[in-house]
């Protein structure tokens, strides 16, 4: 509120003019030169319209600031909506990930809570041994993988009898069971086959799928057993799963072994 003479001075000689206050000043000023009639001398008109045009530049130049200052308070208006506006969207786009982490989350333990009722990747494959010459091989299967294996079932095939005698002869069945993960697990089981026998096949199946086992094995002159193991994924040959060779253990002219 101009409640000073000073105050009311300031209002109306302010730097930049305010636009009213020069259209007043103008009417004043009209109003003066009309009411001054023949009795104004020719300087007092040379002043008035002076004052005139000072005060007409005033009023171009304050609406042409007005004009400015309007645009830059609009614009500076705008890029404060913009901003609240995209905070809004960078929030909404925190919660959203937020949302997707949660959900990764509750799939990724859904997608778990099943591999562990199923299995998962996990597989498991059968070492071979023996205590004297001729007291038979006694296995012992060993699981890998971060999941347990159900209800598994292995074939084993003694590759030293020929087909169809294997059939009958040469193939033994292990029903194994359930393993926990990353587990080894002896078999109440003896195979009738002397140290001489060492090429196997083993056929395992559980709830999980299917694989295979080549067991290659050969005694040294000095009684020991070397040997050879590579488990694949049935249809999947190329797919090793598990590979194992000792380094005694014979190899082609290329270094590679004859499965």
């Known amino acids: ?153 292995v074939r084993i095939v003694d590759l030293a009898f020929p087909f169809p005698k294997a059939i009958v002869d040469g193939t033994i069945n292990i029903a194994i069971g359930n393993m926990s993960a990353k587990s080894a697990m002896s078999h109440n089981v003896v195979l009738p086959f002397g140290p001489s026998h060492g090429n196997f096949n083993l056929f395992f199946s559980a709830r999980n799928g299917f694989w295979t086992e080549t067991y290659r094995s050969i005694v040294t002159t000095d009684g020991r057993r070397t040997k050879a193991i590579r488990v694949f994924r049935d249809l999947q040959p190329d797919k090793v799963l598990y590979e194992s060779v000792d380094k005694d253990f014979p190899r082609d002219a290329d270094g590679k072994v004859k499965w």
């Not at 059968?126 to 999941?147: N, R």
């Open 1 to 153: 509120m101009l409640s000073k003479p000073r105050d009311i001075f300031r209002f109306v000689v302010h730097w930049p003019p305010n636009v009213g206050i020069c259209i007043a000043l103008l009417a004043l000023v009209a109003v003066v030169m009309t009411t001054r009639g023949e009795d104004i001398t020719r300087a007092e008109k040379i002043a008035w319209v002076v004052c005139s045009f000072l005060l007409l530049i005033g009023e171009i130049y304050a609406m042409k600031t007005k004009v400015i200052s309007d645009a830059n308070d609009a614009l500076a208006a705008r890029v404060a909506q913009d901003d609240h506006f995209g905070a809004i969207l960078a929030q909404n786009q925190k919660d959203f990930d937020a949302t997707v982490a949660r959900l990764d989350s509750v799939a990724a333990l859904a997608e778990r809570s099943l591999m562990s009722a199923v299995g998962g990747d996990s597989f498991c494959y059968t070492e071979f041994s023996y205590f004297t010459p001729f007291d038979g091989l006694h296995p012992l299967t060993v699981a890998l993988g971060d999941y347990p294996l159900y209800d598994v079932v």
